[in-house]
């Protein structure tokens, strides 16, 4: 089976995030996005951003590199890492200058939390994928 990207349950953010498995599948988001020449991010997390378009809304794909074998922890904090990123994104696009402190905090828990169940494969609720 093809990997794919894991599409997060979106809620009420402005905009879509995404867990990218792999090289292959960011290939052929990217493609899909219209976006072909984008290069995969080699760093070990990212967050990109892709402003909408035609055919899709706004989004943010979280990629990891180099997890496998990695100390959970270490991987935790990675993707805590991207998630704040993920929230700095979704902060910038619904014009949110300064959130409440816990406000932000459930924000990034919840962003978190969802990129670690679909690093792990357990993400039970997933999004479609991004459109208007």
């Known amino acids: 089976m ?3 990207v894991i599409w997060l349950d979106r809620g009420w953010q402005p ?3 995404g867990f990218c498995p792999d090289e292959a599948a960011w290939r052929r988001e990217v493609k899909r996005l219209g976006c072909p020449d ?3 991010p080699t760093s070990d997390g990212c967050v990109t951003y892709f402003e909408g378009g035609e055919d899709h809304g706004a989004c943010c794909i979280v990629t990891l590199n180099r997890s496998e074998g990695r100390d959970d922890v270490v991987v935790a904090g990675l993707l805590v890492h991207e998630a704040v990123h993920v929230w700095q ?3 910038a696009k619904m014009g949110e200058s300064e959130p409440s402190w816990e406000f932000e905090a459930y ?4 962003i978190f939390q969802q990129l670690y169940q679909a690093h792990h494969g357990r993400c039970a609720a997933l999004s479609t994928e991004p459109k208007s």
Do not use: D
């Not at 924000?107 to 919840?110: F, G, K, P």
């Open 2 to 4: 093809r990997s794919k």
């Open 15 to 17: 905009l879509f995030i």
């Open 38 to 40: 984008t290069a995969y």
């Open 89 to 91: 994104h979704v902060k």
């Open 107 to 110: 924000s990034v828990q919840a």
